[in-house]
């Protein structure tokens, strides 16, 4: 099995980015700023096209998923990093209010899809937190509607697990199609 990944968003290393963003302020502004070398472009505004950038990933991605939670129930289970080690966290997203709060405690963010399963990775000032983001089916909205969407290790793990009751998002394939560019990780 091929192991291919989509990036919708991530900052955690806006680093890697600088080169191609030097390069794409460079060659939309050199005229108008009379920059003969790639080199007189000013720090400040290579950082802003980085900011641009993630910017438009994020508006981009969280569009896409705002439809998709339109229409289904996600479940979000992973890890949570804290200062005495690592802790089993879940939650139902039922809204896009849902699926803010619950990463909205990581200062850096990357969102991808491996192979049909959608993963968060995030990093704060305890730790790194692991997640994957799997999409309710019918009968396993009524499971968890049943046990009144709880906050319950176990209730969490038997939807997480059975795929007749959740299902991968498959969130590149919605967003662009059946064909999609890919990176071989």
Not at 14 to 34: G, I, M, P
Not at 71 to 90: A, E, Q, S, V, Y
Not at 103 to 123: A, C, M, P, S, W
Request: hydrophobic fraction near 30%; charged fraction near 25%.
């Amino acid at each position: 099995m091929r192991n291919e990944e989509t990036v919708f968003f991530d900052n955690t290393d806006d680093y890697s980015k600088y080169d191609n963003a030097k390069r794409a302020v460079y060659e939309s502004y050199y005229e108008s700023q009379d920059w003969t070398s790639i080199d007189e472009v000013p720090s400040g505004m290579i950082w802003e096209e980085i900011a641009a950038q993630n910017e438009a990933d994020w508006e981009y991605f969280t569009c896409a998923l705002k439809r998709e939670i339109a229409r289904h129930c996600f479940l979000i289970t992973g890890t949570c990093g804290r200062w005495n080690g690592p802790c089993c966290c879940g939650n139902f997203i039922t809204d896009w209010n849902d699926f803010r709060s619950f990463i909205q405690h990581l200062d850096t963010v990357k969102i991808y899809e491996r192979n049909g399963h959608l993963y968060v990775e995030g990093f704060h000032h305890d730790g790194h937190d692991c997640y994957e983001l799997k999409r309710l089916t019918d009968k396993g909205t009524e499971y968890a509607d049943r046990h009144g969407f709880a906050h319950d290790k176990t209730l969490h793990q038997n939807i997480m697990k059975n795929n007749f009751y959740s299902a991968l998002p498959r969130l590149a394939g919605v967003i662009f199609g059946r064909v999609y560019e890919t990176i071989s990780a």
